[in-house]
T-cell receptor, first 112, second 115 residues
Framework: DTGVSQDPRHKITKRGQNVTFRCDPI?????LYWYRQTLGQGPEFLTY????????KSRLLSDRFSAERPKGSFSTLEIQRTEQGDSAMYLC??????????FGPGTRLLVL | AQSVTQPDIHITVSEGASLELRCNYS??????LFWYVQSPGQGLQLLLK??????LVQGIKGFEAEFKRSQSSFNLRKPSVHWSDAAEYFC?????????????FGTGTRLQVTL
């Protein structure tokens, strides 16, 4: 158990709907990352936070995606106007200092 | 740009046989290297990591990996595979500062273990 939790674990939605995912790292994780993993691929970086500051966003993160980490603790990832291509596993990872990223169990999104 | 290549998409080994999963990386500075394992529908579990020092690193579940700078490789090995090792294995590279700390993953190697 890495101590990183994600909610929900599964989400089924219809195209065009908005969805929001939550990630709760442990308190020592000052950095928080979001990755997306599609079937048969490795995770791909989306964005990362140092405390509450969002320091980098991937080009994969279209303007329909937004992420926040308001108090430097939990983080949310929102997808607006979902498309079928958004179907994937969304993984969150926490990191303390310069060490290892510890991953949560992921949220699997299916857009119908 | 950093990248990771895992040349073997799928490997099948017999239980008790030895295992080597290949990983080649491209990175402009001293890399941080990782191996993660993922069971179906689950998140990623860290097997081992290399930051610096001894190029042969030991991990959990009897796995080890060797960093070879001259070959840009970080291959994962296990002397005797157990049926429970069947999973997807990902090699990843990252940096140690700022935005370089994001991880770049390979496409993974799926390990099947026959009894």
């Amino acid at each position: 158990d890495t101590g990183v939790s994600q909610d929900p674990r599964h989400k089924i939605t219809k195209r065009g709907q908005n969805v929001t995912f939550r990630c709760d790292p442990i308190s020592e994780h000052n950095r928080l990352y979001w990755y997306r993993q599609t079937l048969g691929q490795g995770p791909e970086f989306l964005t990362y936070f140092q405390n509450e500051a969002q320091l980098e966003k991937s080009r994969l993160l279209s303007d329909r995606f937004s992420a926040e980490r308001p108090k430097g603790s939990f983080s949310t990832l929102e997808i607006q106007r979902t498309e079928q291509g958004d179907s994937a596993m969304y993984l969150c990872a926490g990191q303390g200092g310069k060490e290892t990223q510890y991953f949560g169990p992921g949220t699997r999104l299916l857009v119908l | 740009a950093q990248s990771v290549t895992q040349p073997d998409i799928h490997i099948t080994v017999s239980e008790g046989a030895s295992l080597e999963l290949r990983c080649n990386y491209s990175y402009g500075a001293t890399p941080y290297l990782f191996w993660y394992v993922q069971s179906p529908g689950q998140g990623l579990q860290l097997l081992l990591k290399y930051f610096s020092g001894d190029t042969l690193v030991q991990g959990i579940k009897g796995f080890e990996a060797e960093f070879k700078r001259s070959q840009s490789s970080f291959n994962l090995r296990k002397p005797s595979v157990h049926w429970s090792d069947a999973a997807e294995y990902f090699c990843a590279v990252g940096g140690n500062t700022g935005t370089a700390s994001k991880l770049t993953f390979g496409t993974g190697t799926r390990l099947q273990v026959t009894l």
